[in-house]
């Protein structure tokens, strides 16, 4: 069955901790997104991708960084987690017609 | 600049009611528009979406009102149950696969 599959499902990280979330879709679709997820903003985009190699810069992109390493994997890199990072962490893939097809998220405490 | 605007933050309807969620966008070339519904604990999915060849689209009790004069599109939920008490998004995109999601409306359907 098509998917999206994130893990870790829940992180605790401390001030200046390295973390690294990770995506894998098996819909065969060009397109992964990574959004976070605050209550009071909705899902704001923070990285995303055509396809292996590609990386777009999102509306939210300070202090993340994110790699797509194959059409399946995408990666969400924060060097120096900060508080302000706690938050839910949604991936996405999508076809070229936008219909999204979520994961589970990511709950990501930075203490 | 917020490129996709909700309201309202809330919303509680009795159950059999009509629910009307509204959005308005700036970007006169975003060209397809969805609504995405999330219960507590799970992530966002895909509800109904229009392209704006049409002015509305239905899908049994859910439907799409779109305006692209004014910019503004509408979810109109009718004979509203207690279980679509839940966060509805709408969201926008351009022709990318990248979707701007509004800040969310909260919907509780009382019985």
């Known amino acids: 069955e098509a998917a999206v599959t994130q893990s870790p499902r829940n992180k605790v990280t401390v001030t200046g901790g390295n973390v690294t979330l990770s995506c894998r879709q098996t819909n065969s679709h060009n397109y992964m997104y990574w959004y976070r997820q605050d209550t009071g903003h909705g899902l704001r985009l923070i990285h995303y991708s055509y396809g292996a190699g590609n990386l777009q810069i999102g509306d939210v992109p300070d202090g993340y960084k994110a790699t797509r390493t194959t059409q399946e994997d995408f990666f969400l890199l924060l060097e120096l987690a900060s508080p302000s990072q706690t938050s839910l962490y949604f991936c996405a893939s999508s076809d070229d017609n936008s219909d999204y097809t979520f994961g589970s998220g990511t709950r990501l405490l930075v203490i | 600049q917020q490129q996709v605007r909700q309201s309202p933050q809330s919303l509680t309807v009795w159950e059999g009611e009509t629910a009307i969620l509204n959005c308005s966008y700036e970007?006169?070339?975003?060209?397809?528009f969805p609504w995405y519904h999330q219960f507590p604990g799970e992530s966002p999915a895909l509800l109904i979406a229009i392209r704006p060849v049409s002015n509305k689209k239905e899908d049994g009790r859910f439907t799409i009102f779109f305006n692209k004069r004014e910019k503004k599109f509408s979810l109109h939920i009718a004979d509203s149950q207690p279980g679509d008490s839940a966060t509805y998004f709408c969201?926008?995109?351009?022709?990318?696969?990248?979707?701007?999601f509004g800040d969310g409306t909260v919907l509780t359907v009382k019985p």
């Open positions: 969201a926008a995109s351009a022709n990318t696969g990248k979707l701007t």
């Open positions: 970007d006169s070339t975003f060209d397809y």
